[in-house]
């Protein structure tokens, strides 16, 4: 199957990263990721006014009503330039959550909220995606009470979407009482993880999925899609920058992109490259119309990403020599976000046992 961008989608491609291009210049990235907060509220409001936060609510909600291939377009955009801006969690994961477990009165009060930018709504899964630290929760009527750490896009959340093992979830403001947030440095400084606990504190339950067990894989796969597709624009992303610095540094009299080693190494990343863009157009095209399919490309593109990212990092930073591991370049921000992208909602091999079992290939 080919897939080539609708002109909507192209225009939405160039709208994003034409913004970007203008707003983030590599010294602006590094003061901004210098915000121990690791996110912008000014660009968060430029976003919304663009329509990300939008793209996957119904229209009638007073979204888009797009689909996960032109999330996934956006996504990849918003990597190619490290934007600190959340997307995983409010814009995909979370619409997706309210559309499939939530009833009809809360999709019509969370959604056009959510659409607008007003709510922003960090995803935490309390167990199911192969996470280390703490991941559980358990509800007691409208009460919630556990723990989960390393929550991607809960940094500058309004709301918390806990999605737990059996299909229900629940979802409550990050400052209501018996919630407490703990925003960490970690790896990646353009998306800092965040740890969250729960002491009775008061929720709104999600419970009117049909197949619960299947809207938790729905929501997941969705997030996996999106941290493969911000693998591949970051991965372009240093592959780009690589190969520009061995247009312009000489050795030996010559710019090393001349030699023929230097050559032979962007030409192998580009070529890793080039399938990953249809593998991960191929996931996210099949969350939407081919739902026998979904699961299983949602986990190999998540793992196949994750290791051409892992190598595509690897190598553009040895082009760039010693230059390569200092800030001066800020390759380091590309890099780091390929890594926490990797191991976030499952690391290659947790995906591929996934993709495996979904196949009868293995037992569960």
Not at 137 to 146: C, W
Not at 236 to 254: H, I, N, P, S, W
């Amino acid at each position: 199957m080919e897939f080539a961008l609708t002109d909507e989608q192209r225009m939405l491609d160039e709208s994003l990263r034409g913004y970007l291009a203008r707003a983030l210049p590599l010294e602006t990235l590094k003061d901004l990721v210098k915000d121990a907060r690791g996110f912008s509220d000014a660009h968060w409001q430029a976003v919304a006014e663009l329509g990300l936060p939008g793209l996957m609510v119904p229209t009638e909600h007073g979204g888009s009503g797009l689909g996960l291939l032109d999330a996934a377009v956006a996504a990849e955009a918003l990597a190619y330039y490290a934007a600190p801006v959340a997307f995983a969690g409010p814009a995909v994961m979370a619409p997706i959550a309210v559309q499939t477990m939530a009833s009809a009165a809360q999709q019509a009060e969370w959604l056009p909220k959510m659409a607008s930018g007003e709510m922003r709504v960090a995803v935490a899964f309390a167990g199911g995606t192969g996470q280390t630290g703490n991941a559980g929760a358990s509800l007691a009527g409208d009460k919630l009470t556990g723990a989960v750490e390393g929550i991607l896009d809960l940094a500058g959340a309004t709301h918390v979407l806990v999605v737990m093992p059996d299909g229900k979830a629940a979802l409550a403001p990050v400052d209501a009482e018996g919630v407490s947030v703990h925003v960490k440095p970690t790896l990646d400084r353009t998306r800092p993880l965040a740890d969250i606990s729960f002491a009775s504190a008061r929720v709104d339950v999600l419970d009117a999925s049909n197949d619960p067990a299947a809207a938790v894989r729905r929501v997941r796969d969705a997030g996996r899609v999106m941290l493969a597709a911000d693998t591949l624009g970051a991965s372009q992303a240093m592959l780009d920058k690589a190969v520009a610095y061995a247009k312009e540094r000489v050795q030996f009299g010559r710019v090393i992109a001349s030699f023929q080693a230097v050559k032979h190494m962007a030409a192998e990343m580009a070529t890793e490259l080039e399938p990953c863009r249809a593998l991960v157009w191929f996931a996210a095209h099949a969350h939407d119309a081919i739902p026998e399919e979904a699961h299983v490309a949602a986990c190999h593109a998540k793992a196949h990403l994750g290791e051409i990212g892992r190598h595509v990092q690897t190598k553009t930073t040895e082009m760039h020599g010693g230059m390569g591991f200092t800030e001066l370049m800020g390759l380091e921000l590309w890099f780091k976000r390929i890594s926490l992208d990797r191991h976030t909602l499952g690391g290659p091999e947790r995906c591929r046992h996934e993709a495996a079992v979904a196949q009868g290939w293995v037992a569960p």
